[in-house]
């Protein structure tokens, strides 16, 4: 007679014995859902009102633009304001936020008050691809780079390369990226002339049309080069670090220890031994990282005229176009909501006592 042996833990066993209505709500991934959706409410309540505490709104502000600019009476540009903005600066506040919060759940943004029949999502969709383009393949060479520079430093500490790359690394982390990015062109364009800045600016060049072609993707990289440049300096060095702290941990267990004892080859033992469970611990910040480059890309890309959903951004606070910056902010708070959980997932799938563990909270 064979007999089996039960192997689930007591925080599953206790999880399974619980009502339905229990079970559903010590879930991890329903928790976590939860979580993500209450945080994206908090943010775009905290938007919409922040937005409306900056002096003056658009009606007023593209009045006194116009005074200034054209020598405009008052009267004439209150009309010609009225004439092209549906938006009531006299509606009620709670009447707006009601709006805001149904175009939200909709997935409605509303539309520019300062470019009738153009919807929100339409000028996101139009500029928000030329930030993930730069943004993202930056910091794709960014956590390339820091990981392989990281491994280094941990492997051959109180070397030549770890003392440079913690040197250079902290100095460029301390450094704000728009104050970089306006150290490469005062010195870099001004003083040295070795950047063409005038050609340089925009995100592509007249005429080029985006396509799949080389062309194209020659062209684009050639105008993203400085924001690129600019997000890998700041950033590099940062991965780099964590990654030597994560690395000289992992080098210190025991089964590292046991590998190299077995005469396992050092290459072996570091792609998948210490590689990979450095690397772990630094998804969620990965991550999250993606999401704060996007939001942090308007002074760079203004700096650098990179017409990109920083620069749009700018132009909107300016303008005070309320969908504009609604939705630009609900964006890249939802791109770092949905990053935070999706890296929770894959932890918990990795590591199933997160879930359990939870459970054991409640």
């Given amino acids: 007679m064979t007999t089996t042996v039960d192997t689930t833990t007591a925080p599953e066993q206790r999880a399974r014995s619980a009502p339905l209505h ?3 709500w010590r879930s991890y991934v329903l928790r976590r859902i939860l979580r993500a959706i209450f ?5 775009a309540t905290g938007v919409f009102f922040l937005v409306r505490l900056l002096p003056g709104n658009p009606v007023d502000v593209y009045i006194n633009s116009q005074i200034a600019m054209y020598g405009m009476s008052y009267e ?8 092209l903005f549906t938006f009531d600066p006299g509606t009620p506040l709670w009447q707006q936020y009601l709006e805001y919060l149904v175009g939200v ?3 409605d943004f509303g539309m520019s008050i300062l470019s009738p029949g153009t919807s929100v999502l339409e000028k996101i969709a139009l500029h928000l691809p030329w930030t993930l383009f730069s943004v993202g393949l930056a910091l794709l060479i960014s956590v390339v780079l820091g990981l392989l520079l990281g491994m280094i430093m941990a492997y051959r500490r109180s070397g030549v390369i770890d003392h440079t790359v913690s ?3 902290s100095v460029l982390h301390a450094i ?3 104050l970089l990015a306006i150290l490469i062109v005062v010195i870099g364009a001004v003083q040295l002339r070795w950047i063409n800045f005038t050609q340089m600016r925009g995100h592509s060049s007249p005429g080029v049309e985006p ?3 080389f062309a194209f993707f020659s062209d684009a990289m050639y105008h993203a080069t400085l924001p690129m440049l600019t997000y890998i300096l700041t950033t590099v060095g940062t991965w780099a670090l964590v990654m030597k702290s994560s690395t000289t941990q992992i080098l210190g267990e025991d ?3 046991v590998a190299r004892a077995r005469g396992l080859s050092d290459f072996r033992i570091g792609t998948q031994y210490v590689g990979r469970n450095a690397v772990l611990p630094l998804v969620a910040q990965i991550a999250t990282q993606a999401g704060f480059v996007v939001g942090g890309a308007i002074f760079v890309e203004k700096t650098f005229a990179y017409d990109g959903i920083g620069v749009t951004l700018f132009d909107s606070i300016n303008s005070r176009d309320y969908p504009v910056i609604q939705g630009i902010l609900l964006v890249i708070t939802i791109t770092v909501v949905l990053a935070n959980l999706v890296s929770d997932l894959i932890y918990s799938v990795l590591d199933p006592r997160i879930r359990t563990g939870e459970g054991e909270e409640d």
Avoid: D, E
């Fill in 39 to 43: 945080v994206i409410w908090v943010v």
């Fill in 176 to 178: 704000p990226n728009y």
């Fill in 167 to 169: 040197m250079l690394g």
């Fill in 76 to 83: 004439a540009a209150a009309a010609q304001a009225a004439s």
């Fill in 211 to 213: 396509q799949f072609t």
């Fill in 105 to 107: 759940v909709t997935g």
């Fill in 22 to 24: 229990l079970r559903i």
């Fill in 255 to 257: 089964y590292v220890m």
